[in-house]
């Protein structure tokens, strides 16, 4: 096995999937390592909103808050069944990242790691200071899910798909959005727009997290 490569990318590179980007690399099967640094925002050209950015957010172009639900890359990547995929959170669990750059690491063939990273377009409340603990109450609310995917255990008859987070305190979600100015700005300009996108940024998060259960569920 040759010694894998990192790739390093922002959100931006990674989400607007095209011909010669990500999905190119992925499919050409190469020991490759892609860790992309999901912002939810195209943080290198000012902010723009892209499609990691979630509903209910205000970002450059999307003024009035984003209408469209953001794209599940991970997901889209395990589509192809022999790509190591895991999302991870620093703040929150720190074990389960390191053992999601380990595998990722091991794994021969190419890998993708999405890291949630909050970047001063969210404008946090707290300030930037406190990221780490950003990361762990998006977790805790279940904002951000965490799980990993390893082709190697369908081969042992074993589900490749394994759910890291713990069952999240819905009851914070709400609060962790009022905590960031990219949503809080919008309950100042239009607050009862921005309750119903809110609501349906929850039930988004709620949708993936269902999702991942099932699943985690599976039996090989």
Not at 134 to 139: F, I, M, R, T
Request: proline share 3%.
């Amino acid at each position: 096995m040759k010694r894998s490569q990192w790739i390093i990318g922002g959100d931006g590179w990674g989400y607007d999937i095209g011909f010669g980007g990500l999905d190119h690399v992925i499919a050409s099967g190469q020991n490759v390592n892609i860790l992309v640094v999901d912002t939810e925002v195209y943080s290198n050209t000012g902010g723009q909103s892209s499609k990691s950015t979630p509903v209910g957010a205000v970002a450059k172009f999307a003024a009035a808050g984003k209408r469209i639900r953001k794209k599940d890359l991970g997901m889209i990547a395990t589509t192809y069944g022999y790509v190591y995929v895991a999302q991870i959170a620093m703040g929150a669990n720190q074990a389960q990242t390191l053992k999601a750059i380990r595998e990722a690491e091991a794994y021969d063939g190419p890998s993708l790691i999405i890291a949630y990273s909050p970047c001063i377009a969210h404008g946090l409340k707290v300030g930037m200071g406190k990221a780490q603990a950003e990361q762990k109450s998006a977790v805790e609310c279940g904002y951000w899910h965490l799980w990993r995917f390893d082709p190697r255990l369908e081969a042992e008859g074993k589900n490749p798909f394994q759910l890291d987070s713990k069952e999240p305190d819905w009851t914070k979600f709400q609060d962790f959005l009022k905590g960031e100015v990219r949503f809080a700005s919008l309950s100042k300009q239009y607050p009862a727009e921005a309750a119903e996108l809110f609501e349906v940024t929850q039930k988004n998060a709620q949708w993936r997290l269902d999702g991942y259960k099932r699943l985690a569920a599976q039996e090989f």
